[in-house]
């Protein structure tokens, strides 16, 4: 769905969700993270938001340096206004402890609004995201 913008620029938005999931099946933090506007904000479920990319960096540097994942997105809407960007769908992510451990599987939720920056790349400016699944 594009909204006041041409369907190039919601397919760019698209392509940033699919390159968030590509990095982080591929275990490669800083191309991940480098998807994120230096303002950016991630809100992740149970913990406080992290807000700019320092601190982005911060609360997420341990999970990519202790767990092999594998992240599925599915873009269910993606609008393209302005300078702004818009996405929303779901997500699936299973990872393991490197070395053996602890694995996990989250079903879940997003909401994300994307800035172009100055070089007419789009970059994540907010992330929510949230499990599906029940609280133990």
């Known amino acids: 769905m594009t909204r006041g913008a041409s369907g190039v620029e919601e397919a760019a938005v698209r392509a940033v969700l699919g390159e968030y999931a590509a990095a982080a099946s591929a275990g490669d933090f800083e191309r991940w993270l480098a998807l994120w506007d230096?303002?950016?904000?991630?809100?992740?479920?149970?913990e406080a938001m992290h807000r700019g990319r320092a601190a982005v960096r911060e609360a997420n540097a341990d999970f990519f340096r202790n767990r092999e994942c594998s992240c599925v997105i599915e873009c269910e809407e993606a609008v393209a206004a302005g300078t702004w960007g818009f996405a929303s769908g779901t997500y699936r992510l299973a990872?393991?402890?490197?070395?053996?451990?602890e694995t996990g599987r989250i079903d879940g939720k997003f909401l994300a609004i994307l800035r172009t920056q100055a070089d007419g790349s789009w970059k994540i400016y907010?992330?929510?995201?949230?499990?599906?699944?029940?609280l133990r």
């Open 126 to 134: 907010r992330d929510c995201f949230n499990s599906n699944l029940p």
């Open 38 to 46: 230096e303002e950016g904000a991630q809100f992740p479920p149970h």
């Open 95 to 101: 990872f393991e402890q490197r070395g053996g451990g």
